[in-house]
């Protein structure tokens, strides 16, 4: 199985700064990577697909790279409503796998 | 608007069954890879099993190989998840979502609690 590993495990950060939180897959999994943004009491929402691709609806602060093995998720201005945990997801292959979460708090 | 209710959580003891249920609304749902994921209490998020549009391939995570099976009816929109042979950490809450690789619609969820 493909281990997803995502860093760092929480962070706090202020409104207005720039954010990037970076997964790691245990092989090469070309473009293969989503990001999803899950809300306190809520189900996870798709944001970013085949690595960098925007989902319809999300705003353009969220952007994705990578490529491989290293991934980043960046929030280029963060907001007050971007308060969530973060998951990157491998759909290389089966099983499909997720990361351990990154938990972003406001400062 | 796409749609997905999931229904049919609760509480078993270990060893129990449970059938899980998701209905959709809002999409072709036999034109949709169909997936279920879980979430154990506080804990990150597992995928659980998928299934293509016409039921014929099927796949699962190791832990729930031989106890659940997952299926669809597309007659009725409704995809599910048998579960057998429940443990303690099959505890969670299980999502239907749409796609077999990306999961871009979720249903809410629906609770699981698998104790004695």
């Known amino acids: 199985d493909i281990q997803m590993t995502q860093s760092p495990s929480s962070l706090s950060a202020s409104v207005g700064d720039r954010v990037t939180i970076s997964c790691r897959a245990s092989?090469?999994?070309?473009?293969?990577l989503n990001w999803y943004q899950q809300k306190p009491g809520e189900a996870p929402k798709l944001l970013i697909f085949?690595?960098?691709s925007l989902q319809s609806g999300v705003p353009p602060r969220f952007s994705g790279s990578g490529s491989g093995t290293d991934f980043t998720l960046t929030i280029s201005s963060l907001q007050p409503e971007d308060l969530a945990t973060y998951y990157c997801?491998?759909?290389?292959?089966?099983?499909?796998?997720f990361g351990q979460g990154t938990k972003l708090e406001i400062k | 608007e796409v749609q997905l209710v999931e229904s049919g959580g609760g509480f078993v003891q270990p060893g129990g069954s449970l059938r899980l249920s998701c209905a959709a609304s809002?999409?072709?749902?036999?034109?949709?890879?169909m997936t279920w994921v879980r979430q154990a209490p506080g804990k990150g998020l597992e995928w659980v099993a998928n299934?293509?549009?016409?039921?014929?391939?099927?796949y699962y995570v190791d832990s729930v190989k031989g106890r659940f099976t997952i299926s669809r009816d597309n007659a009725e929109n409704s995809l599910y998840l048998q579960m057998n042979s429940l443990r303690v950490e099959d505890t969670a809450v299980y999502y239907c979502?749409?796609?077999?690789?990306?999961?871009?619609?979720w249903g809410q969820g629906t609770m699981v609690i698998v104790s004695s």
């Open positions: 299934i293509k549009e016409d039921g014929s391939e099927k």
């Open positions: 979502a749409t796609g077999g690789g990306r999961f871009e619609i």
């Open positions: 997801q491998q759909n290389y292959n089966t099983p499909r796998t």
């Open positions: 092989q090469s999994i070309y473009n293969s």
């Open positions: 809002g999409l072709i749902f036999s034109s949709s890879w």
């Open positions: 085949i690595a960098s």
